[in-house]
Nanobody
Framework: QVQLAESGGGLVQVGGSLRLSCTAS????????MGWFRQAPGIEREFVAA????????TNTDSVKGRFTMFRDNAKNTAYLQMNSLKPEDTAVYYC????????????????????WGQGTQVTVSS
């Protein structure tokens, strides 16, 4: 059974940093493309970042450009989201997602591409 477990959320002040982790079990992690999405109250879930099997990444440049970085460690079955220079508008529940991918260099921005989701971790940025 595939499981994705997020951790690392919490309360942080404006300008601070957090690193979210997403640990996968029940899968061959290296064959999965991974993504991070977030959802704030009253707002549709939005794409944050994605990483391919090869480790190449894509981010939502409009909202997190230059501040968020996604990467993966296949030896630890874990994908990460490093968040710096946090803003109040980054407050949301952050979700990890994964999908088996035969395309080594492909990453996916649409939540419809993903088969598996974590339960989410709350990130709150206080001013």
């Amino acid at each position: 059974q595939v499981q994705l477990a997020e951790s690392g959320g919490g309360l942080v002040q404006v300008g601070g940093s957090l690193r979210l982790s997403c640990t996968a079990s029940g899968v061959t992690f290296s064959t999965y493309a991974m993504g991070w999405f977030r959802q704030a109250p009253g707002i549709e879930r939005e794409f944050v970042a994605a990483v391919s099997r090869a480790g190449t990444t894509t981010t939502n440049t409009d909202s997190v450009k230059g501040r968020f970085t996604m990467f993966r460690d296949n030896a630890k079955n874990t994908a990460y989201l490093q968040m710096n220079s946090l803003k109040p508008e980054d407050t949301a529940v952050y979700y990890c997602a994964g999908v088996y991918s035969s395309a080594y260099y492909s990453s996916y921005r649409s939540e419809k591409e993903y088969d598996h989701w974590g339960q989410g971790t709350q990130v709150t940025v206080s001013s």
